[in-house]
């Protein structure tokens, strides 16, 4: 679908800015929130925490419309978070029988996106995981990047994810190998478009600083934290909550407790690995499969402690448990540092942190927690929690859109030859990188 395209002022007026005003006076309360934004996101396979994200921005900008490579979502969660939304689909969403098969056509996603056309909209947020960050955009336009992760399969995680899929150096294996190669070199060359990035974490703030060499802002996921019940009675039970992806590590968990036959543990989730994950537990072991969000939020918030063994970017569903007033027990890499107040650091800890994926790490974990319940309070957990409400990002987001549009004034001057226009696009590039929300 094409828009006609807007007069460079009319996009200035439209997000409340000016293309001579500084960038370091541009007042969040200037930002319209009635502007149209394209809202480019990878994929909608499901209504996880990047979908959250989503459909968060969705009303922050009423009148944004969605641009997505393959929508999937059911049409009750269109309803409940995406009402009146307009999407934009790639015709790879047509494709027959796309939903068993959409991620092995990662290599055609890079050229999809790339046909989305966003250039009639005031400004572009591009919610990226993968290949949203690469939509075209036009010079006088703004682009604010919200990065939850760099392309894990291409980067860090190439190796692992490999060997989960038995691709080795056959033909099979080379072949892959060389489409991931390609991907990589696309994604560092449209690493630079966006006038700023945010991180959804620290973790990810270094990924993106060291593949991409630019800095970011982080601004945490959003948490509907009204909507979480707090619980400070605990039950008995532990609880792990996780699309059962082998990087997830729910199987560390299961094995620990398997080895601990006096504790109880539920798991939550049900996909890939499950049969192997329920081939391997013990009778203490419970799986409840898929559970509807007001049985999943009530299952969290009984609990006595979330294990969590995985390194997520973020991990919504740790601040979730906080929310809830429920302690967590997470490996300490990735979202959960930013997320959990470990006790021995903290006055008012939240949970427990292990230094190293294995069994005896992860037992040793819980027999501290269980030597400390009385010092990780069910409040402290749902205050903490706070940090990452819905508010606070609908603010991050609108103040973050306003420093990308100063950016990209800035930007603009100095095409125009506009004297220090450059250097100081530049100032600004670097002093964002600095600003985090305290």
């Known amino acids: 679908m094409r828009h006609e395209r807007r007069a460079k002022s009319s996009d200035s007026q439209r997000l409340g800015g000016s ?54 979502l059911p049409k009750d969660v269109k309803e409940d978070y995406f009402r009146g939304v307009m999407f934009h689909v790639s015709p790879m969403n047509r494709l027959p029988f796309v939903k068993k098969y959409y991620r092995s056509l990662f290599f055609l996603c ?49 190796f692992s994810y490999l060997q ?40 990810v703030r270094s990924r993106i600083q060291r593949i991409y060499g630019r800095d970011a802002r982080v601004v945490h996921p959003p948490v509907a934290i009204q909507e979480l019940e707090f619980v400070a009675d605990k039950d008995d039970y532990y609880v792990t909550a996780a699309f059962h992806a082998p990087y997830k590590r729910t199987d560390l968990i299961i094995e620990a407790f398997s080895k601990m036959p006096s504790r109880r543990l539920v798991v939550v989730g049900d996909d890939v690995q499950s049969k192997h994950l329920r081939s391997i537990a013990g009778p203490n072991i419970v799986f409840t499969g898929y559970l509807p969000r007001h049985d999943y939020i009530d299952k969290i918030a009984r609990a006595r402690a979330m294990v969590f063994a995985g390194c997520e970017d973020f991990g919504i569903v740790l601040a979730e448990a906080q929310a809830c007033g429920t302690p967590l027990i997470a490996f300490g890499r990735g979202g959960a540092r930013d997320i959990v107040r470990p006790l021995g ?50 603010l991050a987001i609108c103040d973050a859109l306003g420093l990308a549009q100063s950016v990209q004034s800035a930007r603009e001057m100095g095409h125009n030859a506009y004297l220090g226009a450059e250097s100081t696009a530049r100032d600004i590039s670097d002093s964002l990188a600095e600003a985090t929300l305290p």
């Open 164 to 203: 989960q899929g038995g691709l080795g150096f056959g033909p099979k294996g080379l072949a892959f190998r060389y489409l991931l190669h390609n991907l990589r070199m696309w994604d560092v060359r449209t690493a630079h478009g966006p006038d700023l990035m945010l991180a959804n974490s620290t973790y």
């Open 345 to 394: 650091d903290s006055n008012h800890p939240t949970g427990v942190l292990f230094d190293k994926q294995t069994l005896g790490s992860l037992s040793t974990a819980i027999e501290r927690f269980e030597a400390n319940t009385t010092s990780i309070a069910p409040n402290a957990c749902r205050l903490n929690a706070a940090r990452f409400s819905e508010e606070r990002f609908d």
């Open 110 to 158: 890079p050229f999809m996106v790339e046909q989305f056309d966003v250039t009639g909209y005031d400004a572009v947020i591009s919610s990226s995981a993968a290949f949203s960050r690469g939509v075209l955009t036009r010079p006088d336009q703004p682009h604010l990047c919200y990065v939850h992760s760099p392309v894990r399969y291409a980067w860090d995680e190439q």
């Open 19 to 72: 293309s001579t005003r500084s960038a370091a006076t541009t007042p969040l309360a200037a930002i319209d929130r009635n502007a149209r934004i394209a809202l480019v996101h990878d994929w909608c396979p499901n209504f996880r925490g990047g979908e959250r994200v989503l459909a968060r921005l969705c009303k922050i900008f009423p009148r944004a419309e969605v641009f997505t490579l393959f929508d999937f």
